[in-house]
């Protein structure tokens, strides 16, 4: 989520404190002139915005073409919950979650007839992780803040959340063995290959991606996978409570700040 924290931020900071100090502070009429600065500052993230919004919806474009390519001629199977499951014919991708909305796993005849039904299992929970994460509406999300240098940042994000869908699809070191002999066997049965942007396929086009799972998985402790699998979201709960009372607690001085800092920038 690194991409996407400088928006969120913008974001936090503009509404909580820029806008607030704005109206409660700014005289109700004034003729001050609006300097260069923040005109040119404007319409940098004007552009930026049409960009990341041109970006966005090429991909999703894109995106809904391949995956209507892929099922064509494609079998439903049985549902995992909300998320419907179909054989397609093409042989890669071999195993993929597709869709935002309505997500849905897609697993190609190839793949199926070479897993065993135990490693079958075990990938296919794998994508249903990616499905309960949002990782496909995530990938939409980064695509409309497009920023210079960002690809090594979106690559290693992408291993994390691979990773991340393995702790989640695995229980036991049976299962990571289950799930590293499915990635060994699917990373073989084609070359690895770029995906559509807005969906999660088991395999990555990275390889160094997949090699790391696979040593990941074969080396899987259940008492490193508890650990792994606590999560942080107690620390950011402390974290957040603490911000938003020290908010509370010094926001009228933080507003005056703010005032004085946006009247020192539009001059």
């Known amino acids: 989520m690194l991409r996407g ?9 503009t509404l909580a404190f820029v806008v607030p100090s704005f109206l409660l502070l700014e005289p109700q009429t004034s003729a001050e002139p609006v300097g260069e600065i923040p005109l040119t500052l404007g319409c940098c993230c004007l552009l930026l ?26 079998t439903a199977m049985p549902a995992r919950g909300s998320v419907a499951v179909f054989r ?11 869709g935002l909305r309505a997500p849905k796993v897609l697993l190609s005849d190839a793949a199926a007839a070479l897993l065993g039904s135990r490693e079958l299992e075990i990938a296919v929970q794998h994508e249903l992780a990616h499905a309960r994460r949002w990782d496909n509406f995530k990938k939409l999300f980064f695509r409309f803040w497009v920023f210079p240098g960002m690809f090594e940042l979106e690559e ?25 002999s499915a990635l060994i066997k699917l990373s073989r049965l084609a070359p690895l290959h770029p995906t559509a942007m807005l969906t999660s396929a088991l ?20 008492r490193r996978a508890r650990e792994s699998s606590q999560p942080v979201r107690w620390y950011f709960r402390s974290a957040l409570f603490g911000s938003a009372l020290g908010m509370l607690l010094t ?11 946006t009247e020192w920038l539009v001059r």
């Open 49 to 74: 915005f049409l960009v990341g919004t041109y970006s966005a919806v090429t991909a999703y474009l894109k995106t809904s073409r391949t995956v209507q390519d892929w099922l064509e001629d494609a």
């Open 5 to 13: 924290l400088p928006v969120a931020v913008a974001l936090v900071v």
């Open 156 to 180: 290693a994000w992408s291993g994390a959340e691979e990773m991340a869908a393995d702790d989640e699809a695995v229980s036991c070191a049976s299962d990571a063995l289950d799930l590293a």
């Open 88 to 98: 397609i014919r093409p042989r890669v991708p071999a195993l993929t979650l597709a």
């Open 203 to 222: 395999i990555s086009q990275w390889t160094g991606s997949v090699n790391a799972r696979v040593e990941r998985l074969v080396t899987w402790d259940n």
């Open 251 to 261: 926001y009228g001085a933080v507003l005056h700040s703010m005032h004085a800092l």
